[in-house]
């Protein structure tokens, strides 16, 4: 009765992008385990000098019809877009290295899909407290929160095609301005507050702080790309959540970020792709990155 109620079931392409994840990557692994079927488990590792192929690579050998992992350099949006070519899925459901999920989580983006076609669910901050309190800054197009990171998040394949995928230029933000692409061209985010994921926080103030500095950076690029979107914050929510110490220095941070990227950007900024070549057939377009960029572009999410 059970695999006949998975025959049913559109099939999910679970795609992960890594690089020295092997403290977490075995937690986030196990725990797709436990998910509903029918699904597939796609993990894309940025060359890693750690032990995160070979565990990505135990469980494709362990679990060959369910696990693939390859290699694939190049920031977030190169590797995610190369593992949804690689993937076989109706849907894809975005998930990072340094989150495990609730065995629930594929059970709820289905339902969250009978409704839209993208959908993201609640991401849970675990570790330091202080760190997982803070609120995300938010950004609305249209009416709706495109700030939903992809470390919990999933799309209907064809929707995901016809927007070319993630844009490979960005360092970070490649999931904000994903979904923004989507809804200017209509398409709903829904939000599923079961499709639960834990989020490992970084584990100290300097880590912490480099992510939001590299999330500022991300979001000069969002303008330099889709035009000035500050009247899409709200900035009276912006100013009253910054409660604390940490979240000011947080602020901060990602405005060092932000300038930083208006100072040393020139001849490099993002102008719109169009939609026809955005993204070449099976190779995403090269990042043009600094060194300095690279160094992050594996860095912190959204």
Same mark, same amino acid.
């Given at each position: ?11 999910? %392409? ?45 469980? #494709? ?13 190049? %920031? ?9 070519? #690689? ?62 990171? %992809? ?125 026809? %070549? ?13 060194? #300095?960029?690279? #160094? ?7």
């Amino acid at each position: 009765m059970g695999s006949s109620a998975a025959q049913t079931r559109p099939f999910v %392409s679970v795609v992960i992008t890594v690089k020295n994840e092997g403290r977490h990557l075995r937690r986030l692994l196990e725990s797709l385990l436990a998910q509903e079927e029918p699904y597939e488990v796609v993990v894309v590792d940025a060359l890693s000098t750690d032990a995160t192929f070979a565990i990505a690579g135990e469980f #494709a050998a362990r679990y060959p019809e369910r696990f693939h992992a390859f290699q694939r350099f190049g %920031s977030r949006g190169i590797g995610r877009n190369a593992g949804v070519g #690689a993937s076989k899925g109706e849907f894809v459901a975005f998930i990072d290295g340094d989150c495990f999920a609730d065995s629930a989580w594929l059970h709820a983006l289905r339902e969250g899909f009978a409704t839209s076609d993208i959908v993201a669910g609640t991401t849970v901050a675990v570790g330091s407290p202080q760190y997982g309190a803070l609120d995300r800054v938010e950004l609305f197009r249209r009416g709706s929160d495109v700030t939903y990171p %992809s470390c919990n998040l999933g799309y209907r394949r064809a929707r995901f095609d016809e927007l070319r995928g993630f844009d490979p230029r960005f360092i970070t933000a490649e999931d904000i301005d994903l979904n923004l692409r989507a809804v200017q061209h209509g398409a709903r985010i829904f939000h599923h507050p079961g499709a639960l994921v834990y989020h490992a926080m970084r584990p100290n103030l300097i880590r912490f702080l480099y992510q939001a500095f590299w999330n500022g950076y991300g979001r000069k690029q969002l303008t330099e790309k889709h035009g000035t979107l500050w009247g899409s914050y709200r900035v009276r929510r912006l100013v009253e959540t910054q409660r604390t110490v940490i979240a000011w220095a947080r602020l901060v941070a990602a405005l060092a970020g932000y300038l930083t990227r208006v100072f040393t950007g020139a001849g490099r900024r993002l102008s719109p792709v169009p939609a026809k %070549s955005a993204l070449p057939e099976g190779e995403p377009a090269s990042t043009g990155a600094t060194a #300095a960029e690279r #160094a992050g572009a594996r860095g912190p999410g959204s």
